[in-house]
């Protein structure tokens, strides 16, 4: 059942009418269960598992950026196995087009008239995998779902279902017949993070515990899209001080200004760390958010958002090195 996006989506600066405790209670249980039942089947990587379910409490979308087999697919279905919820996994292609993605409209000669089938696009989750194998024009089929929740064809606007997440994947390291990403399509990923290889005994878990059976067969859901719609509204109304707003603009503003940065972050991304660190408050069970949320998710709402100026790259510098460092300049308020 599709809805208005703006009924789900955090709003901006401004905070709203606080929920009651009693709801920001809800949502750390819930978090906490689904993060427990996620770390399950996904050996040694609770970082990413709880980021992951911040992104999605923050109303967000994920980009994964790592090399093949290291469980990027695997944490999408669990994350939509965990809250009930429907998944599509769209498989990024040269030949992929915007309608696949998005739907079409199919005329009847019965009828006389149009009929819309949804595309891909059209679940809670959806796994956009190897999003940098798609063209440019298919990649940006995705711009209008990401940003408003819902997709035009034909003139007519048609609402996605809620909660909406994408969770994009692509692999850093083999780039032969990839488009890489635009700058306007990285922004609209609330955060990117790196799966990483598991160490040996999560690895040794693995492989007695998943060798010869699906580890996703037995996770059962911990709540329901339609709660997780409520609990993003609630996230929303946990209380960040107009002290923690100006250290969110001024770490932005550190990153347009730092001589080893030729594109800094965008207003943008200034209201994905204040949603994000909202949502980091609200799993760590506080109504207020500290200058400890933001730093923990500045590195991964802001490194992909930003490019490399020329010095920093012929000294072979992260974005990720370069975003710590600025976190660590910026006074931090009181």
């Keep these: 059942m599709s809805a208005s996006p703006g009924s789900v989506r955090p709003s901006g600066a401004g905070t709203p009418p606080p929920a009651p405790r009693v709801e920001l209670e809800r949502v750390h249980a819930v978090a906490r269960a689904a993060e427990d039942a996620m770390c399950s089947v996904i050996e040694g990587k609770r970082m990413a598992v709880r980021t992951t379910l911040t992104v999605l409490l923050a109303g967000g979308h994920l980009l994964v950026e790592d090399v093949p087999g290291v469980g990027k697919t695997l944490l999408a279905k669990a994350l939509a196995r965990t809250v009930g919820s429907s998944v599509n996994r769209i498989q990024f292609t040269?030949?992929?087009?915007?309608?696949?993605?998005?739907?079409v409209s199919v005329f009847h000669q019965d009828t006389h008239r149009f009929e819309f089938r949804p595309g891909a696009i059209f679940a809670n989750v959806v796994v956009a995998d190897e999003i940098n194998r798609a063209s440019p024009k298919t990649q940006?089929?995705?711009?209008?779902?990401?940003?408003e929740g819902q997709v035009s064809v034909d003139g007519e606007t048609h609402g996605l279902p809620e909660p909406f997440l994408v969770l994009a994947t692509q692999n850093p390291i083999e780039m032969e017949g990839t488009y890489p990403l635009p700058e306007a399509q990285r922004d609209r990923f609330t955060a990117r993070v790196s799966m990483g290889y598991p160490d040996r005994q999560s690895e040794l878990r693995m492989l007695a515990h998943h060798g010869a059976a699906?580890?996703?067969?037995?996770?059962?859901?911990?709540?329901?899209?339609?709660?997780?719609?409520?609990?993003?509204r609630a996230?929303?109304?946990?209380?960040?001080?107009?002290?923690l707003q100006r250290y969110i603009v001024d770490l932005v503003t550190a990153t347009r200004e730092s001589p080893r940065l030729h594109l800094g972050a965008s207003p943008r991304a200034g209201l994905q760390l204040l949603r994000t660190a909202r949502a980091h408050a609200a799993l760590a069970g506080r109504e207020h958010v500290l200058p400890d949320d933001v730093q923990a998710l500045a590195v991964a709402v802001l490194a992909h958002r930003v490019v490399l100026g020329s010095d920093a790259e012929l000294a072979s510098l992260r974005a990720e090195k370069?975003?710590?460092?600025?976190?660590?300049?910026?006074?931090?308020?009181?």
């Design 322 to 334: 370069i975003i710590a460092d600025l976190v660590a300049g910026v006074p931090v308020p009181r």
């Design 140 to 147: 940006s089929a995705l711009l209008e779902a990401m940003a």
């Design 94 to 103: 040269p030949d992929l087009l915007p309608s696949d993605v998005t739907g």
């Design 235 to 243: 996230v929303s109304t946990v209380h960040a001080s107009e002290a």
């Design 214 to 232: 699906d580890p996703l067969a037995d996770l059962a859901p911990v709540t329901t899209p339609e709660e997780v719609a409520g609990l993003i």
